[in-house]
């Protein structure tokens, strides 16, 4: 037939590569627990779960024609709402647009000062932040624009590289970093790698927002008190305020200006908040006049300072902003050669962390208020287009808002349109009011960016709540702001980024396993113990088993006695996933306890000292061993996989390294392993490649190792170490026989087998065709099956110790362990 083809061609490549095929299992009884089912029964009641496949990882990963097309089409997300447009929603986007339009003005040229940059180059960021956005939107109320902390990032970046490039401009520097943080955004977007902001925590997250606020609050002090000495604001901020503070002598007149503008500010809000809890009908209008209370001091300062300076344009009272040209007089194809891309190499991984972290938490935090859900990958694409194209018309790097985001989201903002009218607002202050703009007073302007940067500092109560909800989060967060405020934001955002990764990974790699044992609970009605089921209430029993950690650790009460299942049947839950972080970590804690907890079958193993191992040389002379015949012997472990999706090779291996040890330590009989909750079919197929999931079967020969996948012992094949371990192991159970019982005679029907492989489990002789056929009558004849509901099994039979719950795989466990020989006793 035309499809063996492909298969002989691939048994023919095995053998000449010599890989070892997977072999089908052979009919064998087992029983599962669920009931007993032969492996090579295949009715109409079986079920024989299908091995994932290559050709299926390749089709599930591959896009389909239709997925790509909702690719494109989902690179636009206003396609899906823009024919849908109404009155209802332009009348909000109007308001919305308009108010942060009054708002993003001020804030706009307060932060360009930041950068170090003309005030005119924060209102063409904010220009092109809220023109561009609405293209890629998902969120309706994120404003994308100047921001406070990627300002001060992009002014440290600009002071620097005028020391190394004194003859290129400021601008263009930061123009430059837009371009390249824009691409690079860009593309972590089109890949759909917005995940990996998932990877900050919400601690490094407000650590930064902190440490950022205090160092930019600090280094506006100089500014808002007019201080003629010089204050290096660029330095870590500790020092900001040292300077600062030796500097006040030297205030001047603008102190006036900028201290009454912060105040007021905070005034006004405290009156408007005030006033709106008072009359909560008139809620509303309160709002508004606290949203335009920057509007409206900036005007008052404004016209204090035009009829101040009228006269006085040459030597003005106080600082003042000074030209600002009219219209776009700095467009331009922005310069990016790697002259100046090396001015800011080692900026550009925390400008672009700075960009990601600000945006897509608040558009987060704003979308699950507002009932809706981003799409941090498509806000990536926004972001990055943002960037990429702000710079041709002179735009610095922007992301979004906090304080301008909150009042948009406050005003009623009904559709990511509102940006529209916004920069309608924002194009007409750039060609009506840049006459108005020289007037404004510098220290006016610091008092603005303290005011909007001072909501950012972390209120007591979130951190006290931090420490409430995990200590360590807590700890995380002062460090990131101890080290914000004594070194840079930079190293704040680095430190803050990898000490909350590396509390992930020591979690995942120190995550502990727990033992588990039975308790039967009851059910209660009142004051009153349901043993039965009574009339009206179904056929469902009153009583179950659930299994809880032997040590109590998950917090049950410590008066409940907990039973161990069986002697010698271990339950074991991995409690963080298994991979290779936590894969040694997990089995030395299992192996351990299991060493602890029950004896060697075979007491004669180290009848001879000579034949001890080093590491457990035993008793001193004159004295007595520990009497170890009370603790049962090893049967089965159990394997919870319930908090297991995924497992790789390392992870694997371990097991398979860990169940030699153990058929050592239990030889001449055999450990079984059962897994419940393995709810992956690649982790079956990995696990069943290790030869798990099927019955051990019982060796004439003793112990023989179940083949690693890789193995520096096994180097060498049968003249390897592990070869020789073997040989040793066999060679002291026969030695250990001669000094008691004979071993073999306690097991039953033992039945040879040939070495064990990964890739699957020998045949075995112990089912005959007669057990089969009496299998399938028994099956038929079953009252269980003889329901009106057609029955059948749950998973696949050719996979037994795979089960569905911990209770079947107890049960399988108790049932297979009962048909095992009998313990080897001394006596």
Known sequence: MPGDIPTKVGHGLAKVLRLKLPEKPQPDAVTRGESTFSVGTFDTYSYVEPEPTAAEWFAEITPSWKEIGLYFYRLFPFLSWITRYNTTWLIGDLVAGITVGAVVVPQGMAYAQLAQLPVEYGLYSSFMGVLIYWFFATSKDIT??????????????????????????PHVIASCLAVICGGIVTFMGLARLGFIVDFIPLPAITAFMTGSAINICSGQVSTMLGETD????????YNTIIQTLRALPSSTLDAAMGVTACAMLYIIRFACNTAAKKQPHRAKMWFFISTLRTVFVILFYTMISAATNLHRRDNPAFKVLGTVP????????????????????????AAVIVLLIEHIAISKSFGRVNNYTIDPSQELVAIGVTNLLGPFLGGYPATGSFSRTAIKSKAGVRTPLAGVITAVVVLLAIYALPALFWYIPKASLAGVIIHAVGDLITPPNVVYQFYRVSP???VIFFVGVIVTVFTSIEIGVYCTVCISVAVLLFRVAKARGEFLGRVTIHSVVGDHVLEESKPGLGDADRTRSIFLPLNHADGSNPEIEIEQPYPGIFIYRFSEGFNYPN?????????????????????????????????????????????????????????????????DVTSVQNLIDVRNQLDIYASPHTVQWHFAHVKNRWTKRALAAAGFGYPTPQSEDGFHRWKPIFSVTEIEGQSSAAAHAEIVANENTRQASSHGHDLESGIKNPSHTAERETHGIEESSNSSIG?????????????????????????????????????????????????????????
């Open 472 to 474: 360590l989060d807590c």
């Open 230 to 237: 010089k204050v290096n604001t660029r330095g870590a901020t």
């Open 144 to 169: 994308i624009g100047p921001v406070a902390v990627m300002s001060t990032l992009v002014g440290n970046i600009v002071t620097e590289a005028a020391e190394t490039l004194p003859d290129v401009e």
């Open 326 to 349: 009219r219209g776009f007089k700095h467009a331009a194809v922005p310069t990016v050669n790697a002259e100046i891309i090396k001015t800011f190499a080692s900026e550009l991984p």
């Open 583 to 647: 894969a040694n970590h997990y089995t030395d804690y299992l192996v351990e306890t299991i060493f602890q907890k029950t004896r060697r079958t075979n007491p004669f193993t180290y009848s001879n000292p000579g034949d001890r191992p080093w590491n457990n040389p035993g008793p001193r002379k004159g004295k007595q061993e520990e009497d170890r015949s009370h603790l049962p012997t090893l049967r089965a472990v159990i394997l919870d996989f319930s908090s297991v999706n995924n497992v």
């Open 771 to 827: 057990e089969d056929d009496k299998l399938q009558r028994d099956l038929k004849d079953s009252k269980a099956y003889q329901n009106r509901r057609k029955m059948a099994v749950v998973q696949g039979v050719n996979l037994p110790f795979f089960h569905i719950d911990i209770t079947s795989a107890l049960e399988s466990a108790l049932a297979n362990s009962q048909e095992e020989p009998a313990d080897v006793s001394s006596d």
